[in-house]
């Protein structure tokens, strides 16, 4: 990977932790799926009267916006509005990377090796031990980690359906399915906002929208969504995937990190643990022990 290709990926990985915190400053002040639709709203318009419209069944489209999208996302801003930290849930959705295995062996046949089944192991281990850590009396704190799993559960469903979408014979490129998919939420988002919410206070949130909220909502739908995928997607396509998909572990780096200074989250003794946990799962997930042979082949 060149210098400019490794930083552009950087960058990404970068925007991708930071949106956690940006999710939390916009809910301060709406709903959060209102917030959610809002977001995808600005992803679709104006972009879809410039992107063409992916050749694909409308049942394949349809699965992965209500899923990656609405599911995913309904479940996470949630979970952050119902006292879910930010940093905490940057780590906790990549649950999705197992999730997506296990799926992935249903609905695909496809075998399970031995680092993946560690690496599984070792992450359940750390959620478990975040659970503990998170049975101090504060039901919504409770309410919010199992959110964030839901959503990481959510996302990983709708990876079977961009691996069904991938396998088409008329492909996709990255941005038509970003784009067109965003279309596929919002009318539920809305919805769901209304009978959740009520009107007044969507109302009410519309009509005293502040500068925070509105930088969020462009934070999240033209740098996160747009910027950040596009760029992701020519990487992936221009670079073997090894290459580029381990980079996304360091998101949730970025998003601890970036919660931690700019929010003040710190994470107690037994979170650290488990967040350890999951972080060494993942790794072992995509690297295998990889490490363990280099230090024996140098000594």
């Known amino acids: 990977m060149s210098r400019k290709d490794g930083l552009l990926a950087l960058l990404v990985v970068v925007v991708w932790g930071l949106n956690f915190v940006v999710i939390k400053v916009g809910l301060h002040n709406m709903p959060p799926l209102m917030l959610a639709g809002l977001r995808f709203l600005l992803v679709a318009f104006p972009a879809i009267f410039f992107v063409a419209r992916p050749k694909i069944?409308?049942?394949l489209l349809l699965g992965y916006g209500l899923t990656i999208s609405f599911g995913q996302f309904a479940f996470l801003f949630s979970a952050i509005k119902f006292g879910m930290p930010a940093g905490l849930a940057s780590l906790v959705l990549q649950a999705q990377a197992f999730f997506t295995i296990?799926?992935?062996?249903?609905a695909f046949g496809e075998r399970l090796q031995g680092k993946q089944l560690v690496g599984i192991a070792l992450a359940v281990f750390g959620v478990l031990v975040l659970i503990e850590a998170s049975l101090n009396g504060q039901h919504v704190a409770m309410l919010g980690f199992m959110l964030t799993l839901a959503a990481a559960l959510s996302w990983a469903c709708g990876n079977i359906f961009n691996k069904k979408i991938m396998q088409h014979e008329s492909r996709p490129a990255v941005m038509s399915l970003v784009v067109w998919s965003a279309l596929i939420p919002i009318a539920p988002f809305f919805l769901a906002s209304l009978i959740l919410d009520g009107s007044d206070q969507i109302v009410d949130s519309l009509v005293h929208i502040d500068m925070t909220t509105i930088l969020s909502l462009v934070y999240l739908a033209f740098v996160a969504t747009i910027v950040g995928y596009g760029i992701w997607g020519t990487l992936l396509g221009r670079y073997e995937t090894w290459r580029v998909a381990p980079l996304s572990l360091l998101v949730p780096v970025v998003g601890l990190a970036s919660a931690a200074v700019l929010l003040d989250e710190t994470l107690s003794g037994l979170q650290l643990i488990g967040?350890?946990?999951?972080?060494?799962?993942l790794y072992i997930n995509v690297f295998g022990f990889r490490l363990r042979k280099v230090v024996q082949m140098r000594g």
């Not at 296990?102 to 249903?106: D, E, K, M, P, R």
């Not at 967040?275 to 060494?280: F, S, T, V």
């Open 57 to 59: 069944p409308l049942s």
């Open 102 to 106: 296990v799926l992935g062996a249903f």
């Open 275 to 281: 967040a350890l946990l999951i972080m060494a799962g």
